[in-house]
Structure formats: C-alpha cells, structure tokens
C-alpha cells in the first residue's frame, strides 16, 4: 500500500490503462497543456502525445459525441468534462446517442466510453458550478454510474472502467481530489463494479454514503459511536449502475434501519430510488421509515453560511440516525 | 409584433446552375444506379402504403424525390469508409448495400430487421456495411461521425466517413462545434448537407440567415462545394472528390446538395407550407425520371429496359414486404437484451424492473439462459410479490403474446409464420404529433 492522493491515483489509472492498451485516449478542455483543471491528467500529454492526449475546444456536446463515435469504431476513449455541471451541455449525446446506441441498433455495436467529470459544492462558486448529478446519470439505462470516495477506488474503478465494454459515466469529486488514501501498489488493482464497501461495521443503523458523502458519513458513524453508543455500519455504494443492493439489504436486515446521505436535490434523487428499493426489498425487516439526508432542495447560494447548511454535513446524519433509533 | 420576411414559395425555385453535366460512369454502373435509385422509390412508396395500413408504426419519413442525393453519396464511398446520416435514412441503407427486407421488417418491428426492431423507421443500422446509423435527434450524428472520422485517423486506416444531414440541421450547435473539430484535427469526413430546403414546415430562408450552406463551413477552416443534389452524376462526382481530398489531405469537406422532398416531412404532414406550384415544378426534375432518360439518350439503357428494371424493383419491394410480414416480433423475453454488455468485470444489480420490484443481477444475467432474462415470463425470483403483473400488460407489447408460442417460435429462424402478422390496428392519434 502507498498513499496517494485522489488526483493521483486518477492519474496512474490513466497512465496504465494507456500503457496497457493502445486503444484508450484522453479528450478534454485543457487535459494537455494546461495539465488538467484539476491536475488529473498532470504528465500525460508528455508521456504519451498528441496523438492520444487531446486538448479540446469548449464543446462539450461534440466532445463526447465523438468519443461515442469512436468507441463505436474501435478506440477506447475518455472523456474529461470539466465539471458535471458542464455535462449538462452534453445530455443529448451522453443520453440519445452514449447509452441507447447500442439497445436501439440491435445490439450491433458497442459503445466502451468513460466520461469522468467532478461534482460537488463547498467552494462557493454558486448555482451554476456546485451540481451533484448521480441521479440524473442514474436514471438512464445503458449507462453505468461510478461515484468513488477514496484514493483505492478512485484508481481501482476508473480502471474497470475503461475496461468495461458500457459506457461509464465516472463522477468524482472536487472535495476529493486532494486528499490522500491507502493505494495497492501493484499495478492492477481494478475495482469491479457492483460491489459495494462495508466502511464501517455496526449493527443499529446501516448508513449509506454517496460520493463524498460516504466520508461524512463516516465522520457521522463516529460521533454516533462516542457520543450515543451507537453502532453504525456504514456503506459507499462506489457504483450506483451496477447497484450492490445485495450488501445494502443484508446490512438493513441486520440494523433494520436505513439512512441514505447524498450531496444532490432531494427529489428523485439517488436517496429516493434507493428507499424505494430497500422498502420494496426488505419491508418486514425495517423498524423505521427509511431516512434521507439531501442537498437542499435550492440552487446553490454563494454566501458561505448559506451555502455550508445547503449540503449535508455529518451532525444532520447523526440527527436522522438517531430518528431512525427514536423509538427503541 | 413579429414580423416575418416575406418571400414568393413559387420564385424561390432556383434554375440548376448552367455547367456541364457530369459525365456518366460506364454502362454497367449507370444501370446499377439507376436500379438502385428505382428500388429506393419503389420501396419508400411502400412503406408510405405499409404506414396507411398501420403495418408500420410511429413517425415515418421518406425522402422520395432525394434519391440521386442519397445514392450519389453512398457511391462515392469505398466499402471501408463509415456512412452516417439522420432520421430519413431507409433509403441510405439499401444503397449501402441492406437487404430491402431488413429495412422493411425493421419498419415493421420485426426481430429481422436490421435493428432487431428495436430503432424502428429512424434508427436504422448496419454494421456490416458501414452503415453507421440513422439517428433520430437533428443534428446528433455530426459529432459520431467526427469521432469516427478520428478513430480512422487515429488508426492509421484509409478510411473515411460521410456524414449527411438536412438544412435544418445546419442550425444545431453541433455542427459549427463539429466543423471546427473536425478541421482543427484535420479529420478525413465528409459533411454532406442535403437541403431539401425545409427542416420540417420551415423554409430555408426563415431558418438561414445565409442559404448557401457550403459556405457555412468557411470560417472554419472547411471548404465547401456543391452540387445538384437532384443529378446523381453530379452528386457522385462532388462527394467522390470531396472523398479524395479528404482522405488525402486529411481535411473535412462540406458539401451543399439542393434537393427536394417531393412527399411531406412525414406521413402527418398537410403541407401548409408550401405551394403546390413549387412542388410540381421540382416534380419536373425528378432524379430516377432525368437520369433514365439520359441513360436512354446516351443509349446507356435499351428498349423497355426502363421498364423492366422499374418491374424489378417493384418485385423486390414486395418481397421485402413478404418477408417483413413473416418475420417474428420480438419476444418479450428480449426486452433488456442489449441494454448493457454483460463483461466479467461487473456485478450487482443492473436494471430495477418497474413491472415486478425485481432489480436486475449481472451476475445471473449471464448466467441465465436468454429467454429467462429479466422481463422474460420465465424470470423469477424470492423478491417477485403480487403486485408483478403477467408480462403482457406491459404497456406496448402484443397481449396476444404467450410463452409458449415463444418457444416454438425460436426454430423458426426464417421467420416464415405469416400467422404472427398482428391484426392492423386503428391509429386514432398519431396524425396530430409529428417531430
Ligand atoms: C434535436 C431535435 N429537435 C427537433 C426535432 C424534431 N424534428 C425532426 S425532423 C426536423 C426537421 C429537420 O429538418 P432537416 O434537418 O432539414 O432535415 P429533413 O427533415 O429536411 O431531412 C425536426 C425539427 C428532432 N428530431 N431533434
Ligand atoms: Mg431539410
């Protein structure tokens, strides 16, 4: 094991799966050059070129509709968005064209495409730059959704990502990028998709983390643990297509109480579909309504006393816990 | 108040350039076209007919009248090369080379259709002769067909790619963000305008404040041409050309095809916008008629030649027909096939299935025999509860559909049952919607 920071472990991700395949290549606004917005793709263009390193123009619809195009005849790419909040501009190919082409011509061809993009608020940069959209990229089949919260998983599923014959829609984190985790060293540790991480183990109360959130959550099931003797066991989804529904309700048959925290818009959200499945799937096993810690149901503000009660933090998961536990 | 620009419908018909017509390939090819040309005629007045007696469901476009467009582009291809186009597209397959059977049972929905039945009139597809797809949002394909142009590129093939859309298209963002990729990467495709001078019910000059559309690609960087999209001789010698500079230079072209939708823009479509007057007079340019009787001037085509390749094409158009009709829908069971690709890497739960609360397993999707897939009768498990509803009340799908009648139908690989043909049903709705 070595630790790494999450940029980094993005990055040596990239690197071996183009050491190991030619096929893969890298797209995006300012990759190259520029080294990434966010650093991700730092030595890159160096070590590999132009040839599969590509600094793109601000078009986002276009760029990834032409890693569709090229996936479907035979390259490997990845797509770099700047932000998920940017991705917004490419729906139409990420929606009509990435996910369906497949289903709707018969199955005829593939589309192996990775679009990575971060998410998340706390760096006050207001309604148009803080999204959380797991659950718009959930809701569409013929994608896959992978959310990774450490360092290991960053690595281990953008490389089972690029592996994967779907098309990937890779969400990261800007809280995420800078913070360090333990990494296998050995240069193939791919995380299959569909498998969720147990955290934390405990037996009053399951709480599942989304993102970033499986961090706060985390911080939740401590204080949890200090201040109210309380054991929760904690789960990071990584993927939420393919969903590991399986460790969820073998977690809520054991707890019987379920606590869903995501950064995203309550309504129709990652949390939503999630309750819904855990109370189709494990009704007689649940002692109380399934909880929901969300974004606020508001576009993000500015100002930062707003904008810090606008995204969940890890008292608001305490409070829903102990909700969830108030009649015991 | 809004105000429109004015314009005679009847004075916009512009008298095809004065320049010497292209000249003709050599006899053999020229009746080839021609043929080709009749059979996607004849073959689109079918379907229009198919479409009357609801054999052929949702929105159904025909692009009777841009035949030379389409069959001028498609020869101008080598096999290897990539063709991409749009919505009005059944004719771009049969010139691929797409049996007129998979195109009309795909029509029809049929499992025989060169999309499994699963794109239906707009999203027709076939891999193996490069037709990359019909695709159902304007303007969607330009992007795919950069992308296919750099996997050429990034490949090291000689192949390149032709990508057509219409006038309308022209106005999407995609295409100015594509034009410049494209140029900027120096990418061997070809952009092939059909402007049938409407997108839908709106004119050219009421959605283009500049018309000639080759020149839209100048300031970025891709040169443009054009040609009479109406002259299959010419359409073939423009994109041919257009096809070896690209492929040599690496450097997109953009290509300006005048041509015209002799039918409206799809079968739910009174016209409104147009003159009867404008219609007829580009009906007395009409491409199968002109080119057979330059063939018979040039003494290409013999005595009742015409007729008899027109007799030919009519006949193999009601093959297709023959054979749409026999082909099998799709079995239920084979509703999630191909949603995803099933890889080893990836377990979990794929699909929630709304009918019965049962979450899709990858694990057991592979494992599982296909006609027990998720959505197929046979699919059950712990988690089924009463409120699962049999698979025929899903909305959409034949209710007359049975398990049984699956299973026997699986030997039948050529599909000869003209007893699964559905009863036509009444349309009550669909003219009002149209998009
Ligand atoms: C993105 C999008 N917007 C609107 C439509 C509805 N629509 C279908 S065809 C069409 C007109 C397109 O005209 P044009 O590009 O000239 O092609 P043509 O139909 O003339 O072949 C419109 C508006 C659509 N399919 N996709
Ligand atoms: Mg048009």
Redesign the pocket.
């Known amino acids: 094991m070595a630790s790494v920071r999450y940029r980094e472990a993005l990055n040596q991700a990239l690197r071996e799966e183009m050491h190991r395949d030619e096929a893969v290549m890298l797209m995006g606004e300012d990759i190259g050059v520029f080294n990434g917005a966010f650093k991700v793709t730092q030595g890159l263009l160096e070590e590999f070129g132009e040839r599969r390193v590509r600094d793109t123009p601000i078009s986002e619809n276009t760029i990834v509709g032409m890693g569709v195009g090229a996936a479907m005849t035979g390259l490997r790419p990845v797509v770099e968005l700047m932000t998920v909040n940017f991705s917004l501009l490419a729906l139409d190919q990420i929606v009509n064209h990435a996910a369906h082409i497949r289903y709707m011509f018969g199955g005829q061809v593939k589309v192996p495409l990775v679009v990575r993009m971060p998410q998340g608020a706390g760096h006050q940069l207001g309604p148009t730059h803080s999204h959380c959209f797991e659950a718009i990229y959930l809701h569409v089949p013929g994608l896959l959704v992978a959310a990774p919260s450490t360092a290991a998983d960053a690595k281990g599923l953008l490389k089972a990502a690029i592996r994967d014959d779907n098309p990937v829609i890779f969400i990261e984190h800007e809280y995420l990028y800078g913070r360090r985790g333990e990494v296998p060293e050995d240069d193939d540790h791919v995380q299959r998709f569909g498998e969720a991480a147990i955290r934390r183990e405990g037996s009053d109360v399951t709480i599942v983390g989304v993102s970033r959130m499986a961090l706060t959550a985390e911080q939740a099931a401590e204080t949890l643990a200090d201040e109210h003797d309380l054991a929760a066991e904690v789960l990071d989804p990584r993927t939420l297509r393919p969903l590991d529904l399986d460790t969820i309700l073998q977690s809520v048959h054991k707890t019987n109480r379920c606590v869903i925290v995501e950064e995203g818009w309550p309504h129709g959200g990652v949390g939503a579909n999630l309750a819904a499945l855990v109370q189709e799937q494990a009704f007689d096993y649940l002692d109380a309504p399934v909880a929901r810690v969300t974004g606020a149901d508001v576009p993000m503000p500015y100002s930062k006393p707003l904008e810090e009660i606008a995204y969940p933090h890890a008292p608001q998961i305490v409070q829903a816990a102990l909700a969830t536990l108030r009649d015991v | 108040m809004l105000r429109y620009r004015r314009f005679e419908m009847a004075e916009r018909v512009v008298a095809p350039e004065e320049r010497t017509a292209a000249p003709l390939p050599e006899p053999e090819r020229a009746r080839e076209w021609l043929a080709t040309m009749m059979l996607i005629r004849r073959f689109e007045e079918r379907a229009g007919e198919m479409y009357a007696k609801a054999k052929v469901g949702g929105f159904l ?1 025909l692009a009777i009248g841009e035949e030379a467009t389409i069959l001028g582009a498609a020869r101008a291809l080598r096999p290897g090369d990539y063709m991409i186009s ?3 597209s059944h004719g771009h397959a049969l010139a691929r080379g797409t049996a007129p059977e998979a195109v009309m049972a795909e029509l029809f929905g049929r499992v025989d259709g060169c999309s499994r039945g699963r794109g239906g009139s707009m999203h027709m597809f076939d891999l193996q002769r490069r037709f990359m797809g019909g695709y ?5 394909n330009l992007p795919l067909a950069a992308g296919m142009g750099m996997a050429c590129d990034y490949l090291g093939t000689e192949d390149a790619v032709l990508c057509t ?5 022209a106005n999407q963002g995609t295409f100015g963000e594509t034009m410049n990729l494209a140029a900027l990467w120096r990418l061997p495709v070809v952009f092939l305008v ?1 402007n ?1 001078q ?3 019910g709106t004119a050219l000059e009421r959605h283009s404040a500049v018309t000639e559309l080759h020149k839209r690609g100048e300031s970025f960087g891709v040169p443009g041409l054009r040609c009479d999209g109406m002259d299959v001789a010419d359409t073939f010698t423009v994109c041919a050309q257009a096809l070896e500079r690209s492929r040599s230079e690496r450097q997109p072209v953009l290509i300006e095809a005048r041509t015209y ?1 002799f039918r409206g ?1 799809s079968m739910a479509d009174p016209e409104e916008y147009r003159t009867r007057e404008q219609v007829e007079q580009w009906r007395a340019r009409d491409p199968i008629v002109s080119f057979g009787q330059r063939l018979s001037r040039e003494g290409v085509l013999g005595e009742g030649e015409l007729a008899r390749l027109d007799g030919e094409a009519i006949e193999r158009v009601d093959r297709a027909v023959d054979f749409a009709d026999s082909s099998p829908f799709p079995e239920p069971p084979s509703l999630y096939d191909d949603v995803y690709v099933l890889g080893d890497q990836v377990g979990g739960w794929y699909s929630v299935d709304a009918r019965t609360p049962t979450p899709h397993r990858g694990e057991d999707e592979r494992a599982m025999p296909r006609h027990q897939l998720p959505g197929g009768a046979g699919y059950e498990s712990e988690h089924t509860t009463s409120t699962a509803r049999p698979i025929g009340a899903v909305q959409g799908l034949p209710d007359e559909t049975d398990a049984e009648e699956s299973d026997a139908e699986e030997t039948d690989a050529e599909g000869a049952n003209p007893d699964r043909a559905r009863p036509d049903r009444a349309r009550p709705d669909r003219a009002e919607r149209e ?1």
Request: glycine fraction near 32%; charge should be positive.
């Open positions: 476009h749009t919505y009005r159902g949002i304007v303007g969607g859309f219409g006038d309308g298209a059909s049938n409407f997108g839908m939708r823009h998009g």
